[in-house]
């Protein structure tokens, strides 16, 4: 397996960059947001729970969001095998945690963390920007803040974490996409080929 985790903050280019990493490793892509944006728009009891959160711009509580994981891991044995990119996964120091103990259990690791580093300033235009262009509705503007003010409080200590581990590649997430992309790639093709 080759497992990549994709971090950044709302806006840095995850959901564009995935894209790019699953055509290139034919890797399988999980990304929480849709997985949860999906339960909201089936009226799921998950998405009942999830879209209170999600509204006020809030995680959804560890324990819940580790089950799902879990749960996906176990559901797509076959797709997964040659690796995932972890998409807006892990969040939280729990998290990251227990992401460790589910690939351990299989066998695996997390190989790298590509963190995708752009201003506040730009994260907020360009979440303005998809929340008119596609209707998202946490793409606005009060809950923009908050989202940011939990990525620097929540989520950001991950960064410590990984950089630990040996495994966070900061990357500049401004620019060209496709100048983007490239720079992520050269990194994880040194790693995998090491
Ligand atoms: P995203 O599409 O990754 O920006 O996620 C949209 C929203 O879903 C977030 O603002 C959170 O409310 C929720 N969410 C997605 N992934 C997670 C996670 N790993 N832990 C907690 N909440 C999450």
Do not use: C, W
Request: aromatic share 6%; glycine share 8%; proline share 3%.
């Amino acid at each position: 397996m080759f497992n990549v985790v994709i971090f950044g903050a709302p806006g840095s280019g995850k959901g564009t960059q995935s894209e790019n990493l699953i055509n290139e490793y034919g890797l399988y892509h999980i990304s929480t947001g849709e997985v949860l944006r999906d339960h909201i728009a089936r009226e799921t009891e998950l998405g009942k729970i999830a879209q209170n959160y999600i509204s006020q711009g809030q995680l959804i509580p560890d324990d819940l969001m580790v089950n799902i994981l879990e749960d996906l891991l176990d559901q797509n044995p076959k797709e997964t095998a040659k690796g995932v990119i972890f998409d807006g996964f892990p969040r939280t120091v729990p998290q990251a945690q227990a992401l460790k103990d589910m690939l351990n259990k299989r066998g695996s690791k997390v190989h790298a963390v590509v963190g995708l580093e752009v201003n506040d300033d730009e994260l907020v235009e360009r979440i303005l920007k998809r929340g008119r262009e596609t209707g998202r509705a946490d793409d606005n503007l009060e809950t923009v803040k908050k989202r940011l003010d939990v990525y620097h409080s929540q989520t950001l200590p991950l960064r410590d974490y990984y950089t630990k581990e040996g495994k966070y590649h900061a990357i500049k997430g401004t620019g060209e996409v496709s100048q983007i992309f490239n720079t992520i790639k050269e990194k994880l093709d040194n790693i995998k080929n090491a």
